[in-house]
């Protein structure tokens, strides 16, 4: 019992810190892309709205891949567990949220977007955390070294 709350603790500093490590080297990203004005209604739409939606959801899918290949071992509790954390600590504001949206309707626009938020977030640490099955890795690195290895003279 010990050691899968100490799996679950790790996990969540895991995610965390993957998390912050990514905001950090996009955070100059960002200011970039909003004052720069791309060529042609495609290009201002993609950077405009996708691009700044999708660099999130990166992160996020970043923190779920790092902690479930981390924790291959315990991927579900891992990644369980550090899922709900990102839900716990964004509990406050949903109850905020849904408490002005009950007296304000104001604050419904804020509500749904927070919603979409949460959603769109726990999908992609689902997706990064349990996407990879098992061995991927592996298999990449020896599907890379298969041309080194046809090129190499054989031994005699």
């Known amino acids: 019992m010990l050691i899968r709350v100490w799996i679950g603790v790790r996990a969540a500093v ?3 810190l993957v998390t912050f490590l990514f905001r950090l080297a996009t955070e100059q990203l960002m200011p970039a892309l909003r004052g720069w004005t791309p060529p042609g209604f495609l290009a201002q739409w993609f950077v405009g709205s996708m691009l700044q939606a999708a660099i999130p959801a990166a992160g996020a899918v970043g923190s779920g891949l790092a ?9 579900r509790l891992a990644v369980g567990s550090y899922l709900g954390f990102v839900l716990l600590l964004s509990a406050p504001r949903g109850y905020q949220l849904v408490a002005n949206a009950l007296t304000d309707g104001r604050y419904v626009p804020a509500l749904l977007g927070y919603v979409m938020n949460l959603a769109i977030v726990t999908g992609a640490i689902l997706v990064g955390g349990f996407g990879m099955r098992r061995g991927a890795l592996s298999t990449l690195v020896e599907a890379g070294d298969a041309p080194l290895a046809a090129s190499r003279p054989p031994d005699d």
């Open 14 to 16: 895991t995610g965390v």
């Open 67 to 75: 902690v479930g290949w981390l924790f291959r071992e315990h991927r």
